[in-house]
C-alpha cells in the first residue's frame, strides 16, 4: 500500500497556540495534498505542493516537504476554535492519473 | 455551485441486498474516485475512473462495481453486501493529471446488517 502515516494521531492545544502535523509516506511522488475533514463530512482540500517545492505557505497554513525524508509537516498558526477537525496529507501518484493515496489522519481540538 | 453530490446519505440495508449509491458533479471533471473510511485506516480507494467507459480498481476493489455512462454521474453498485462494507463512502472529482485537488462529496454511511 502507498498509505502514509501522520503523526501525532490525536493533538490538542489551546486556541492561539500553533499546531504542526507530520505525515510520511513510502513511494516517489508527484505531490503531496493536505485536506481537512469536519467530523464525519467531506474532505476539503487545504494546499498543494509538488514534489519539486520544499515549502508553501497559505494564510496560516505553511507546508513543508521534505523528498530525502519523504516527509511533510503542515503547521497551522494561530489556531482557532474552528480549526477543530481531521486533518489528512494524501500523496499523488506518477502516474498519469489524479490518484491520491491518503494517512490515516489527525484529529487536531483547539481548545477555547 | 460547483459539487459533488452523492445519495443516499445514510443507508441500512441487509446482507445481499444489491444497492447502488449515485455520484454526480457539475464540474466537467474527467477523473472520479470512489474512496471508504474505516476508524484508524483513513481513506482508501475503491475504484477510479478518468473519463467515460474508463474504470479501474483502487486498493480495495472486492465487492464492488463500478460504471461511467455519462462524464458526471460514477455510481457504485454493491451487487451483494455484507457487514464488512459497513463504512463511509466518499465519491470524489478532478480534473486529470496529477496535481489535481479532489472535490470530494458529503458522504454515505452505509450500514450493512
Given at each position: 500500500?502507498?498509505?502514509?502515516?501522520?503523526?501525532?494521531q490525536?493533538?490538542?492545544?489551546?486556541?492561539?497556540?500553533?499546531?504542526?502535523?507530520?505525515?510520511?509516506?513510502?513511494?516517489?511522488?508527484?505531490?503531496?495534498?493536505?485536506?481537512?475533514?469536519?467530523?464525519?463530512?467531506?474532505?476539503?482540500?487545504l494546499?498543494l505542493?509538488?514534489?519539486?517545492?520544499?515549502?508553501?505557505?497559505?494564510?496560516?497554513?505553511?507546508?513543508?516537504?521534505?523528498?530525502?525524508k519523504?516527509?511533510?509537516?503542515?503547521?497551522?498558526?494561530?489556531?482557532?476554535?474552528?480549526?477543530?477537525?481531521?486533518?489528512?496529507?494524501?500523496?499523488?501518484?506518477?502516474?498519469?492519473?489524479?490518484?491520491?493515496?491518503?494517512?490515516?489522519?489527525?484529529?487536531?481540538?483547539?481548545?477555547? | 455551485?460547483?459539487?459533488?453530490?452523492?445519495?443516499?446519505?445514510?443507508?441500512?440495508?441487509?446482507?445481499?441486498?444489491?444497492?447502488?449509491?449515485?455520484?454526480s458533479?457539475?464540474?466537467?471533471?474527467?477523473?472520479?474516485?470512489?474512496?471508504?473510511?474505516?476508524?484508524?485506516?483513513?481513506?482508501?480507494?475503491?475504484?477510479?475512473?478518468?473519463?467515460?467507459?474508463?474504470?479501474?480498481?483502487?486498493?480495495?476493489?472486492?465487492g464492488?462495481?463500478?460504471?461511467?455512462?455519462?462524464?458526471?454521474?460514477?455510481?457504485l453498485?454493491?451487487?451483494?453486501?455484507?457487514?464488512?462494507?459497513?463504512?463511509?463512502?466518499?465519491?470524489?472529482?478532478?480534473?486529470?493529471?496529477?496535481?489535481?485537488?479532489?472535490?470530494?462529496?458529503?458522504?454515505?454511511?452505509?450500514?450493512?446488517?
Amino acid at each position: 500500500s502507498q498509505q502514509g502515516e501522520e503523526d501525532p494521531q490525536a493533538l490538542s492545544i489551546q486556541e492561539g497556540e500553533n499546531a504542526t502535523m507530520n505525515c510520511s509516506y513510502k513511494t516517489s511522488i508527484n505531490n503531496l495534498q493536505w485536506y481537512r475533514q469536519n467530523s464525519g463530512r467531506g474532505l476539503v482540500h487545504l494546499i498543494l505542493i509538488r514534489s519539486n517545492e520544499r515549502e508553501k505557505h497559505s494564510g496560516r497554513l505553511r507546508v513543508t516537504l521534505d523528498t530525502s525524508k519523504k516527509s511533510s509537516s503542515l503547521l497551522i498558526t494561530a489556531s482557532r476554535a474552528a480549526d477543530t477537525a481531521s486533518y489528512f496529507c494524501a500523496t499523488g501518484d506518477q502516474t498519469g492519473a489524479n490518484n491520491l493515496f491518503f494517512g490515516t489522519g489527525t484529529r487536531l481540538t483547539v481548545i477555547p | 455551485e460547483a459539487q459533488v453530490t452523492q445519495n443516499p446519505r445514510y443507508l441500512i440495508t441487509v446482507t445481499g441486498k444489491k444497492l447502488t449509491v449515485t455520484c454526480s458533479q457539475n464540474m466537467n471533471h474527467e477523473y472520479m474516485s470512489w474512496y471508504r473510511q474505516d476508524p484508524g485506516l483513513g481513506l482508501r480507494q475503491i475504484y477510479y475512473s478518468m473519463n467515460v467507459e474508463v474504470t479501474d480498481k483502487g486498493d480495495v476493489p472486492e465487492g464492488y462495481k463500478v460504471s461511467r455512462k455519462e462524464k458526471r454521474n460514477f455510481p457504485l453498485i454493491l451487487e451483494s453486501p455484507s457487514p464488512n462494507q459497513t463504512s463511509l463512502y466518499f465519491c470524489a472529482s478532478s480534473l486529470v493529471g496529477g496535481g489535481n485537488e479532489q472535490f470530494f462529496g458529503p458522504g454515505t454511511r452505509l450500514t450493512v446488517l
